[in-house]
T-cell receptor, first 111, second 114 residues
Framework: DAKTTQPTSMDCAEGRAANLPCNHS???????VYWYRQIHSQGPQYIIH???NNETNEMASLIITEDRKSSTLILPHATLRDTAVYYC????????????FGIGTKLQVIP | DAGVIQSPRHEVTEMGQEVTLRCKPI?????LFWYRQTMMRGLELLIY????????DSGMPEDRFSAKMPNASFSTLKIQPSEPRDSAVYFC????????????FGQGTRLTVV
């Protein structure tokens, strides 16, 4: 499965947009980009996923570059409750594929 | 729905003892996953069940670890004998389809082996 690289940590001012990057240069044509987050002491929570088009839901937006080698998760108006570790994962959408979440990006939202 | 329910939330045991972690998936979900999380290795998939059948147990670290799913509403992860390096947070997750995505995670069991 394709691997991803993310910055270890980021800070964002409360109320500003948080832009979390992810590199996945070896992504295959049938692999999607998924984002999860893990708030302290809780289990991971699904956020959003996409193949090649930009996606938006009530939690976030996902921007995928045209060559699909990288993506950005955008939290449009970060709040203190968005402080968490954010995981970027690539995998196929059908069938089973073993996934390891890795270390992710620790996002700290600052008042 | 109460979500994925794990028990206990915290477990402290002595090295060499048997430890059993329990999970109740969301009703109607047919896929179940056990993960282990440590600072060094992040969140690792240990085993995946589909329709109560173990499909991939390649992540199980060694023979001391075993997992069962006797029915659609219950799964266990057992460590026997436990060792200090098994100390971690163990998560159970379930999914409504045979996909390792959009999985719903439990609150986890924090295991400390002393």
């Amino acid at each position: 499965d394709a691997k991803t690289t993310q910055p270890t940590s980021m800070d964002c001012a409360e109320g500003r947009a948080a832009n979390l990057p992810c590199n996945h240069s070896t992504i295959s044509g049938n692999e999607y980009v998924y984002w999860y987050r893990q708030i302290h002491s809780q289990g991971p929570q699904y956020i959003i996923h996409g193949l090649k088009n930009n996606e938006t839901n009530e939690m976030a937006s996902l921007i995928i570059t045209e060559d699909r080698k990288s993506s950005t998760l955008i939290l449009p108006h970060a709040t203190l409750r968005d402080t968490a570790v954010y995981y970027c994962i690539v995998r196929v959408a059908g069938g089973y594929q073993k996934v390891t979440f890795g270390i992710g990006t620790k996002l700290q939202v600052i008042p | 729905d109460a979500g994925v329910i794990q028990s206990p939330r915290h477990e402290v045991t002595e090295m060499g003892q048997e430890v059993t972690l329990r999970c109740k998936p969301i009703s109607g979900h047919n896929s179940l996953f056990w993960y282990r999380q440590t600072m060094m290795r992040g969140l690792e998939l240990l085993i995946y069940f589909n329709n109560n059948v173990p499909i991939d147990d390649s992540g199980m670290p060694e023979d001391r670890f075993s997992a069962k799913m006797p029915n659609a509403s219950f799964s266990t992860l057992k460590i026997q004998p436990s060792e200090p390096r098994d100390s971690a947070v163990y998560f159970c997750a379930s999914s409504p389809r045979a996909l390792n995505t959009e999985a719903f995670f439990g609150q986890g069991t924090r295991l400390t082996v002393v």
